[in-house]
């Protein structure tokens, strides 16, 4: 066992990191069973060793379970679901590019109708698409919902460093048996959270995810979105 990060990991332990990021990827349907606290407790410890700049540790952390999460899912529901009240909610920040272009849109359309293909929702069929994306709110039926908050003070290398975090999150959940799916989504609904949290001025919103044990029945897990060749990404320069 690697005791030192000098240490040369084990074949083994180079196999165990590789699975758990290779094998993460969003879940869109959860079983019902219990995530115990000490259990997200210690993912959320492993993944505070994400970096970040002189040591900020920007992250935040709410834990939603039980008839607290219940009651958000709920609120933000009845929001979704109400035309006029929707109209009223927006992002606070620009997750999304303003302006699509190649190769990003087409990426985006392709998981979209590779989504709806698995769930046989046709082109054209607003109140399925709407149903589909309104599972959001409800974790996808996860056991916990975790929604992550940043101090509004802190500027976009804190958000880079953020992005770390949520990593961590998600491929410890990985080793140990759970999946996760992180979700932009609920930054619509950010006055809602806000008040149903009780969050101080200060904390911004930036964006939920489920946690739980994936349905392996569920089309939709069976979902692997595509990745570019490292070719198509990366230059080596050398001389």
Excluded at 40 to 50: D, G, K, M, P
Excluded at 59 to 86: F, M, N
Excluded at 186 to 211: D, W, Y
Aim: with cysteine.
């Amino acid at each position: 066992m690697t005791t030192s990060p000098f240490d040369k990991p084990t074949p083994e332990q180079t196999a165990a990191v590789d699975a758990a990021i290779t094998t993460r990827h969003s879940m869109r349907a959860f079983l019902p069973t219990e995530v115990p606290r000490a259990l997200i407790e210690e993912l959320l410890q492993v993944a505070a060793r994400a970096p970040s700049g002189t040591n900020t540790q920007p992250w935040q952390v709410h834990v939603l379970t039980g008839a607290a999460k219940q009651r958000l899912s709920e609120r933000i529901l009845a929001a979704y679901d109400d035309p006029e009240e929707l109209s009223t909610h927006s992002e606070e920040y620009a997750y999304y590019p303003r302006e699509w272009v190649s190769p990003f849109i087409d990426r985006r359309r392709k998981v979209g109708w590779d989504l709806y293909g698995l769930l046989n929702i046709t082109k054209g069929d607003k109140a399925r698409m709407h149903d589909q994306h309104g599972r959001n709110y409800s974790f996808f039926d996860a056991p916990v919902g975790l929604m992550f908050t940043i101090d509004r003070v802190m500027q976009t290398g804190s958000w880079l460093d953020y992005g770390m975090f949520l990593q961590n999150v998600m491929v410890a959940a990985r080793g140990r048996g759970l999946h996760t799916c992180p979700q932009a989504a609920f930054t619509q609904f950010h006055r809602l959270i806000a008040e149903e949290l009780k969050l101080q001025p200060n904390q911004q919103l930036v964006c939920g995810m489920s946690l739980g044990y994936a349905d392996p029945a569920a089309v939709e897990n069976s979902l692997v979105t595509e990745r570019a060749p490292v070719a198509e990404f990366t230059r080596f320069l050398a001389d």
